[in-house]
């Protein structure tokens, strides 16, 4: 923080009471909040399901770097 807001927030601190404001912030709803967690899809929630994502993203970093080893072998032969 700058020392400009600082001094700005220590001025509205002597001026509005921010800690009533921040309990006002705190009683509204969950659903009200524009931010919220995405819920999981019923896909998900399944260990069978986590498990075979992980595998297809092992999968896909192992394509990835077998590419990679064939542009070096490629490279280092010219």
Same mark, same amino acid.
């Given at each position: 923080?700058?020392?400009?807001?600082?001094? &700005?927030?220590? *001025? !509205?601190?002597?001026?509005?009471? %921010?800690?009533?404001? @921040?309990?006002?912030? $705190? %009683?509204?709803?969950?659903?009200?909040?524009?931010?919220? &967690? #995405? !819920? #999981?899809?019923?896909?998900? *929630? !399944?260990?069978?399901?986590?498990?075979? *994502? @992980?595998?297809?993203?092992? /999968? @896909?970093?192992?394509? /990835? %770097?077998? $590419?990679? @080893? &064939?542009?070096?072998?490629? %490279? !280092? &032969?010219?």
């Amino acid at each position: 923080m700058s020392n400009r807001t600082a001094d &700005a927030l220590f *001025k !509205t601190r002597q001026s509005v009471d %921010i800690d009533r404001f @921040e309990g006002a912030m $705190n %009683i509204l709803p969950a659903k009200s909040l524009p931010c919220r &967690a #995405p !819920t #999981p899809r019923k896909q998900d *929630k !399944t260990p069978e399901a986590a498990v075979q *994502k @992980e595998r297809d993203k092992l /999968a @896909e970093h192992a394509a /990835a %770097i077998g $590419n990679l @080893e &064939a542009q070096r072998v490629k %490279i !280092t &032969a010219l």
